[in-house]
């Protein structure tokens, strides 16, 4: 047994450790939730321009035209919990991706703010789902 004098004293050694830690635990945790934040409103503009490409080139009556494009656009994006304007919609009816011609592209932008501009300066302030679709001719 040692004596009381060279024993050391370990209360609030756990209190200690846990300050210590705590600080970097809730970064981790916050970063992976804004990480998560992003990546699903990237998934849901993703699914919006799709949804609207392929409305578009089946020639679905809901996509008659551009202004009925951005129309089904933003009610699929909020459908998903992600808000859009039409003026974040971006429809090119007859166009070419990837070396071929008439197709349809989509793409709907959001800007979206930094919720730690201080601590993660550079995160993306605009995210945009692309998809363009070979326009199917019905006769």
Known sequence: MKPPLLRREERGASAVEFALVAPLLLLMLFG???TALYFWQ???LNRAA?????CAAIADTDCADEAAIRSHAVS???AA????SEQDVTVELDTSCGGLSSMVS???????ANPTPGLLPNLPTRLVGESCLPR???N
């Open 42 to 44: 990237h998934a849901a």
């Open 136 to 138: 199917i001719n019905r």
């Open 76 to 78: 699929v994006a909020e």
């Open 50 to 54: 799709f949804e609207s490409a392929r």
């Open 81 to 84: 919990g992600v808000t859009v």
């Open 106 to 112: 989509v793409s709907v932008a959001k800007n979206i």
């Open 32 to 34: 992976i939730i804004v």
